[in-house]
């Protein structure tokens, strides 16, 4: 058993359109949770949806790139429409009472959750949760396996020339370039069967200079709209690299990061790893100095804004850093010097963490696993919770509290508040 699973199990059914023949039991299952079972009004329950498989299918098939490539922008941004639309089976119904299960990616691996769920229109609850973050391929095989079943249903039924079946076949038929391109647009929150002209040149143009890895990280950060602007600002940054001193990763590269596990939240990963760094290099975790001291160690200069840099303080991306072996070299764009410092010490993970010895990452606002990793990272080596919390009184800390704190370590207040919050420690006057 997976831990997400999507089966169909078909019912007779007289009739020769979509709806008839593809009329199913639906069992919908989240890391062992039956997110399908619901209960009428009566009290009557049952674990599987007696609905059409077929517009459930289309709309996966409709969504079928963004579905499985395009995470959430920003950790700060709330879902909007056209996110959810691409998201949430809720955009699926047709009618028909779905639970409210979403699957969105996290890079590497995909999230789905399922919530309990009042219907009104249907006088019925789903009553079940369920929350997983699995590789890729598990949810797409359930994905794929569930519309081919449906697929194979209509042409049982001999219905022919259906917008699913039109479709599905431009999707099985892919071959490997033209997948990568889809996976590209996909990520940008589009579908490649109706994508903008100036879209699918700008990526053409850019694959040959960025790279796969590179362009992949820039489509899971930009937004279709942001996407020209955004891939002009990352090719500053990685020419940039190209005029900044050289770091060196050697007094760290021997020192094994924390694994990746899919079943923790992707910030457990970047936290252990600070801590774990500074014990390694005998940095207490309450020394203000921590931070600037692995700078030094690993010969990163923060105090200064990368050559020709433009401002940009607060964008999708805020830096780049290439790994050569043991050496380093990291773009920091931004204008302040606590912004600097943060971008310099998420560069230090995405080196540090690098798949191989030689790799360029972009630094991006973007939710996916080691983006957040990076970024959990960076807030615990520059503002370290233990020494948040020495400075707590009674478990809150005041506004005035943070600036001071966050003036002592080079630090945006952004970060020490946030620091405190997610670690249990209330921040008063805001």
């Known amino acids: ?9 078909p019912l007779p059914q007289e009739g020769r359109n979509e709806a008839d023949a593809t009329l199913s039991n639906i069992l919908i299952r989240v890391n062992g949770s039956d997110v399908s079972e619901f209960v009428d009004a009566k009290g009557i329950g049952s674990k599987r949806l007696q609905i059409p498989a077929y517009y ?9 790139w963004p579905l499985l490539w395009e995470p959430r922008k920003s950790e700060d941004d709330g879902d909007d429409a056209g996110f959810l639309s691409r998201h949430s089976l809720l955009s699926a119904q047709h009618g028909f009472a779905l639970p409210k299960l979403s699957i969105v990616a996290l890079g590497k691996s ?44 209509l042409e049982e039924a001999r219905v022919s020339d259906t917008w699913l079946q039109d479709t599905w076949t431009l999707i099985a038929e892919t071959d490997s370039d033209e997948a990568k391109f889809c996976r590209f647009v996909g990520a940008l929150g589009l579908s490649p069967y109706d994508v903008d002209d100036s879209i699918a040149l700008l990526i053409e143009q850019l694959l040959p200079t960025l790279g796969d890895r590179l362009l992949m990280d820039l489509c899971l950060a930009s937004t279709a709209v942001q996407f020209p602007t955004v891939a002009s600002v990352a090719q500053q940054a990685m020419e940039m690299t190209k005029g900044v001193s050289t770091s060196t990763l050697s007094p760290i590269e021997s020192i094994p990061l924390p694994k990746e596990n899919l079943a923790l939240p992707a910030y457990r990963r970047g936290v252990q ?17 921590g931070a600037s001291r692995v700078f030094d160690i690993l010969e990163i200069d923060t105090s200064t804004q990368s050559s020709n840099a433009q401002t940009y303080d607060d964008v999708v991306v805020t830096g780049a850093v290439v790994r050569n072996d043991s050496e380093m070299k990291i773009a920091m764009l931004q204008q302040k010097e606590s912004k600097r410092r943060f971008a310099g010490a998420r560069a230090i993970f995405s080196a540090w963490s690098s798949d191989s010895l030689n790799e360029i990452r972009l630094l991006t606002s973007a939710v996916t696993r080691d983006q957040q990793a990076n970024r959990a990272f960076a807030a615990e080596l520059t503002a370290p919770k233990a020494l948040i919390r020495s400075r707590a009184k009674n478990s809150q800390l005041s506004m005035a509290g943070v600036f001071d704190l966050a003036a002592e370590l080079q630090i945006g207040a952004d970060v020490v508040k946030k620091q405190a919050l997610n670690n249990g420690i209330r921040v008063s006057g805001f």
């Open 273 to 289: 790893a600070a801590e774990f760094l500074r014990r390694r290099l005998n940095i207490k975790d309450i020394d203000v100095g």
């Open 56 to 64: 459930l299918a289309e709309w996966i098939v409709e969504n079928w």
């Open 110 to 153: 995909l999230e789905v959750l399922a919530l309990p769920r009042q219907v009104p229109f249907a006088d019925v609850r789903f009553r079940n949760r369920g929350h997983i973050s699995c590789s890729r391929d598990i949810v797409e095989d359930q994905l794929r396996n569930f519309v081919q079943s449906t697929v194979a249903r």
């Open 1 to 9: 058993m997976s831990g997400f699973e999507i089966l169909a199990d």
